[in-house]
């Protein structure tokens, strides 16, 4: 099912961008970043419609008429194929797509289920191949770029989160691929995230004791890291295609 706010069509000078799982933390700050730049922007979100309502006043306080709030379960491919459609039919044009919603909890070997793995699979892979796939004749039209949040432990995985990283990694195979498929038009880079944003899980991947011992930087991170990375490699970064950035203040070094 998908519920699009602000219909009203604009005829579109600005760049656009498309972001996935928008609503909150990391998706919200890339937001206020890129819309800060210039984009205009159309917000996915799956559950969190009163904080995707807040983000929207917010921008359209800035500049009104900037922005399309999207409301898809991106497990599901039929709600996922409407996005890019929905994001044309307002702008049309797409300039940047990040690929930024996750699914991440633990799933102890031994415990794992078929409903586990599926959903950690669909949004964290499919979805953003399947965003992509629909999404790359616009970006080429635009000469535009990909984004992708991947995770430092895609290559490094790390006990009871099994399934999440081999979907990471997933998403990094599709990253070096899709950099392939749709040059030279289109650029295609991922975000590596470390510790940025602390769980309330009380299974914690890492404990803040593990961050600051072995992160470089002796200190977590902040959303404003990511969301500087996301609109470098989106606007700045013009000969950079095919890379993972890790922005994990020194943490991989030491997993």
């Known amino acids: 099912m998908l519920t699009v706010m602000r219909t009203d069509p604009t005829p579109n000078i600005r760049p656009v961008a498309l972001i996935t799982g928008a609503a909150k933390r990391v998706g919200a700050t890339i937001a206020r970043r890129m819309h800060g730049a210039g984009f205009d922007l159309a917000l996915h979100y799956r559950s969190s419609a009163s904080e995707m309502e807040a983000l929207v ?12 709030a999207l409301q898809a379960d991106l497990a599901d491919l039929d709600a996922v194929a409407t996005l890019v459609p929905a994001v044309i039919r ?3 044009r797409l300039d940047a797509l990040v ?6 909890y633990p799933t102890p070997l031994g415990s794992i289920d078929g409903m586990q ?18 999404a790359a004749a616009h970006l080429r039209a635009s000469r535009g770029a990909i984004v992708n949040l991947v995770d430092i432990y895609a290559d490094r995985p790390i006990p ?3 399934p999440y990283c081999m979907a990471k990694a997933a998403l990094v195979a599709l990253t070096y691929g899709l950099a392939r498929e749709l040059g030279p038009e289109v650029r295609v880079n991922a975000i ?13 991947a890492e404990t803040l004791g593990v961050v600051e011992e072995r992160t470089a930087l002796k200190r977590q991170g902040d959303p404003d890291d990511l969301a500087g990375a996301a609109l470098f490699l989106i606007r700045d970064a013009g000969y950079v295609t095919g890379q993972v ?4 203040g020194g943490r991989w070094l030491n997993i």
């Open 192 to 204: 590596a995230p470390g510790n940025i944003i602390w769980s309330s899980n009380p299974e914690k």
């Open 245 to 248: 950035l890790r922005v994990d």
């Open 117 to 134: 793995f599926d959903d950690l699979m669909a949004t964290n892979a499919r979805a953003p191949l399947f965003l992509a796939q629909a």
């Open 99 to 104: 690929n930024n919603a996750s699914s991440f």
């Open 57 to 68: 006043a917010e921008l359209e306080a800035l500049r009104p008429a900037s922005t399309l």
């Open 160 to 162: 009871r989160y099994l």
């Open 90 to 92: 307002r702008f049309g």
